[in-house]
């Protein structure tokens, strides 16, 4: 099973919303992502969990604030967004190690107004 | 920092043509590459990857990408399109211990009936 699970598929928030995204994976994976995906643009990384611990910040700011209850789930909590963070949110998990490639759920589309 | 470029942005093709992408990247160390797809509507989904051993790498439906270490290069390949293979596909890369994925702009393929 290769499967990486995010709700909700689609929101639409307006700027005052606080909202949040989830996303789960059930492979025992040991590292997960959060990605940005603009409209024909490649991802671009936002947050990196290892062993539960955030690894990596990309810079991104305060508005977007990732979570990691356990191994299995990672949340992203949304607050004041700007119409510009609209984009489609990726979740992608991997084994973590050196033979690391990356599972990618399907994402949920965001639309802030 | 690592960088990687891919030289196709549109390639339209008829079925039944060869395919090859062009993929480079910019690092001196030890690299992982993959080359993703992402059909229309659908998620991310890897097509192949590249640790170390051959050079010549084989993924899923028919997919094939050569790692030449001398030009950073990894390019993909297929002998033989099928208008199915209409997508978006993402080079990327990942180097050293980080576990950042660094991906190429894609290269939208467009193959006529």
């Known amino acids: 099973d290769t499967e990486v699970t995010q709700t909700p598929k689609h929101l639409v928030m307006g700027m005052t919303n606080k909202k949040s995204l989830k996303c789960e994976q059930h492979?025992?994976?040991?590292?997960m992502y959060w990605y940005k995906q603009k409209a024909k643009k490649p991802p671009e990384l936002m947050f990196v969990y290892s062993y539960e611990k955030l690894s990596i910040n990309e810079s991104v700011p305060s508005r977007f604030s990732p979570e990691c209850p356990n191994s299995s789930l990672l949340n992203l909590h949304l607050h004041a967004l700007q119409p510009e963070d609209s984009a489609l949110y990726l979740c992608?998990?991997?084994?973590?190690?050196?033979?690391?490639?990356?599972?990618f759920g399907p994402g949920t589309r965001l639309t802030v107004t | 920092a690592q960088s990687v470029s891919q030289h196709n942005h549109h390639v339209i093709l008829s079925e039944a043509a060869s395919l090859e992408l062009g993929c480079n990247y910019s690092y001196g160390g030890t690299v992982n590459l993959f080359w993703y797809v992402q059909y229309p509507g659908q998620h991310l989904q890897l097509l192949l990857k590249y640790f170390s051993g051959d050079p010549l790498v084989k993924g899923i439906k028919g997919f094939e990408a050569e790692f030449i270490k001398s030009k950073f290069s990894f390019n993909l390949r297929k002998p033989s399109v099928q208008w199915s293979d209409t997508a978006e596909y993402f080079c990327?890369?990942?180097?050293?211990?980080?576990?950042?994925?660094?991906f190429g702009t894609g290269t939208l393929l467009a193959v006529q009936p």
């Open positions: 992608a998990s991997s084994q973590g190690g050196r033979r690391n490639e990356q599972y």
């Open positions: 990327a890369v990942r180097g050293g211990a980080t576990n950042k994925l660094i």
């Open positions: 492979m025992g994976h040991r590292a």
